[in-house]
């Protein structure tokens, strides 16, 4: 009883290395093949769509799919088998999409037309980002993500003027073109100025006076800096992070995680553990 005992621990302990281990050569492989099947699923999906080809092929792509699914649902299994607190899989975010990766093609036997929906699997690449996690790589997200958050700030007070602008641009060229235009309501008359101002300009509507073809000049320019804006801000912010890392001397960053907030004398990582005697040398 002992041996079948240790026998399931260790396959547990390894199966969990091999599905969660990024680190370890066997996990990298494990998902860099899985990276490559979702890859797969995705194209098959779309390719489903061509009606020339999912004609010819109709049988076969349903065949292959369902191999996928199988094999993604044993995978999903496995993933809340090998973790010490499974429901912290299952609710995660990573757990949902897992899970939203199977359904589809399991509910078409009661829905048609649900195993379009397996498109969904492409959301899993994002483990890309786990497979990834060197120092240097972690250090330039952690960077972004801290600008975009030092930022938010501006950009809500910038969106807000952009929205009230809208109304405000909307509501002249309601009252300047009139329905004969096509301006049919101020609703429609601001959504012909956020088509404007994001350089889309479908041209379902357009102005025909010269009052309106000025406002609509004016817009139109206005648009670049609308969509240059938001972009500087969190250049501005990037462009501050970076100055003060090179000007701060007295902390070191962990090659393991790539955090940033150890000092300089510290021997360990205070986030992962790991030794910074490397980073020193």
């Keep these: 009883m002992s041996n079948i005992k240790m026998n399931y621990i260790n396959f547990r ?4 290395i ?5 680190n370890t050569k066997a996990g990298r492989l494990f998902d860099l093949i899985l990276l490559g099947l979702i890859l797969i699923s995705v194209l098959l999906v779309m390719m489903e769509t061509v009606k020339g080809f999912d004609s ?3 049988e076969s792509l349903v065949l292959i799919e369902w191999i996928i699914t199988a094999l993604f649902t044993i995978e999903y299994l496995l993933r809340i088998f090998s ?7 299952i609710f995660s975010f990573y757990g949902v999409i897992d899970l939203l990766a199977i359904l589809p093609m399991y509910l078409s036997f009661f829905f048609i037309g649900t195993s379009i929906f397996s498109v969904v699997r492409a959301l899993r690449l994002l483990r890309l980002f786990k497979i990834l996690n060197n120092p240097q790589f972690t250090s330039q997200s952690l960077q972004l993500r801290k600008a975009i958050k030092a930022s938010q700030g501006k950009i809500v007070v910038f969106i807000y003027f952009v929205l009230i602008s809208t109304i405000i ?4 060229m309601y009252l300047v073109e009139g329905e004969q235009s096509g301006f049919t309501s101020i609703p429609a008359s601001i959504y012909w100025t956020i088509v404007t101002l994001t350089t889309v300009g479908y041209g379902d509507i357009s102005p025909i006076t010269p ?4 406002i609509a000049s004016f817009v139109m320019i206005l648009g670049y800096g609308i969509i240059a804006v938001p972009t500087g801000i969190v250049t501005a912010e990037i462009a501050k992070s970076v100055h003060h890392n090179d000007k701060s001397t007295d902390t070191l960053i962990c090659k393991g995680c790539g955090a940033t907030t150890n000092p300089e004398k510290a021997n360990f990582c205070s986030n992962c553990g790991a030794s910074l005697k490397m980073n020193k040398n």
Excluded: A, D, N
């Design 83 to 89: 973790i010490q607190k499974p429901w912290s899989y």
């Design 18 to 22: 091999i599905i969660y281990g990024t």
């Design 211 to 214: 009052l309106g073809q000025f």
């Design 56 to 58: 010819k092929y109709h």
């Design 13 to 16: 302990r390894k199966t969990h």
């Design 169 to 172: 641009i909307g509501s002249i």
